[in-house]
């Protein structure tokens, strides 16, 4: 007879009707529920773990990694962002642009004579006498043109265009502290358009005249006069345009007597007849639709 191999002595479970089967079915059980427990909870923290953003490990603590890159405003695995667009507040922001570029390039407030002189009042003068018909003053000036944007009104003119100037260094000249010396009111000292705006200006003071074409350089006697030659050409192209001149006043004598100013103002004296000039309007656009300039 053939004898079974010794081992492990196989353990039969109790029968269920005893005390002893029970006991053991309601252990089977518990660890059932535990190992289920157990198991919910590790799918739970799967779960968490993967619905989390990432951290930032290569970074460091606390510094979150770069943005992803964008192509045309599109983040690359987004989606483009859209920007609202406000026509009144954009419109709002351009007319306060254009204000702004306008008191830039035409500083000072705007006076018009009863002749019909303008100049715009940039610094006011208070130190000294204040200039008359006859008085001796030293100027620094600026001449410039018009630029195209000017062409309506001389109050919303575009950026001024510098031709030439004495006593600013300007265009390389040793002329710093250099002064243009006339009595007001001396004919041909300074075009007719800009002593009857200087009348009551005092040292410190700067006005910046508009010259109309036929009270300006109408002729080669009238100073002040550029030096250099590229200053000479371009008032010879542009002299019959309305020009703009700029005096900052440095010195101020009185007149030497009664005479010379009653002389004296009979020179600055300018009708209204004289003075009237409207700027011109932009050169009319060929064929249909084309724009006539007004009758002056």
Known sequence: RRLAPEGPEVRRAPPLDTDEG?????????????????AACAAAAAFAAAAAPPKARAYGLGKAPPPPPKIFGMEIGGQAK???????????????????RAEEEQ???LVELPSGIKYREIDVGTTGPAIEAGSVVGVRYIVYRLSSGAYFKYSSGGKPVFLWSLGYGNEGEDDVGDLYTFTLGEMGDLPRAVPPAMVGMRKGGRRRVLVPPQLGWSSDTVRPRPKTFGAKRRLAQHRDEPLLFEAEVVAVYPPGSDEAARALSQAIEVSRRESSFRLPLPKPLTGEGSVAAPAQ
């Open 107 to 109: 500083p000072g407030e």
């Open 82 to 100: 859209t920007k609202s667009f406000n026509l009144e507040k954009a419109r709002a922001l351009g007319e306060a642009r254009r204000e702004e």
């Open 22 to 38: 029970r006991a053991e079915r309601g252990e089977r059980r518990g660890r059932r529920l535990a190992l289920g427990e157990a």
